[in-house]
């Protein structure tokens, strides 16, 4: 398995880069962050590499300029319906320290920007990564004022109904999971706790 490739930049295209090697040219996919980044051809650059394989494709590589960026497309490929494209895109639009603070303030819009994410995938991104070291750096988390306490578990609750909604779960059937979870983890859950409780009650 390929990790890590120091090489020349030989040529940039729109969606992948060909770094020689020693005289052999390895072709990596890339995000267009990573693209835009890269010095020009004839300049030594390294990129931390994944790779995959599979029956239909064979063998591909995916490069990034930092090595928590490669951890974070692993992260996000794990999850259920993320491909290379979409966590690629994900990152195009958040950096690993951006995408960590989303995730802390579960704000589904930044997520949903990345090109073939929408909202639904967005809430499950957000969902899964809750509690992964996704980032190096410090995270940004929301933090409660005074006398805030009630209202705010209140509305997560109502928002993690509405999502399991989104995902298709019948009214009466979200309401009961929640509900469920919300006994299971305290008034001061935050919506996407609820969310992932609610889905490993229902199976999903």
């Keep these: 398995m390929i990790g890590r490739l120091r090489g020349l930049v030989a040529e940039v295209g729109e969606e992948d880069a060909l770094i020689d090697v ?102 499950r991104i957000i969902v899964e990564l809750k509690g992964k070291p996704i980032s190096d750096g410090p995270v940004a988390t929301p933090h409660a004022g005074a006398g805030a306490s009630a209202q705010p578990a209140a509305s997560a609750a109502g928002e993690a109904v509405a999502a399991l909604m989104g995902l298709g779960v019948a009214e009466i059937t979200a309401r009961r999971v929640v509900d469920q979870a919300v006994l299971r983890l305290g008034d001061a859950a935050g919506e996407a706790a609820l969310i992932k409780a609610a889905l490993q009650e229902l199976g999903r």
């Design 22 to 123: 020693g005289g052999v040219g390895y072709v990596v996919r890339c995000g267009g962050k990573t693209l835009s980044r890269l010095p020009a051809p004839g300049d030594e650059t390294l990129l931390h590499v994944e790779t995959q394989w599979s029956e239909a494709t064979g063998m591909r590589l995916y490069g990034f300029l930092a090595r928590e960026e490669r951890r974070a497309f692993v992260l996000l490929q794990a999850i259920q319906g993320v491909g290379p494209k979409a966590a690629l895109g994900v990152l195009d639009v958040l950096s690993p320290a951006e995408l960590a603070s989303a995730v802390a303030r579960e704000d589904k819009a930044a997520v949903a920007r990345a090109n073939g994410v929408g909202p639904k995938l967005a809430l």
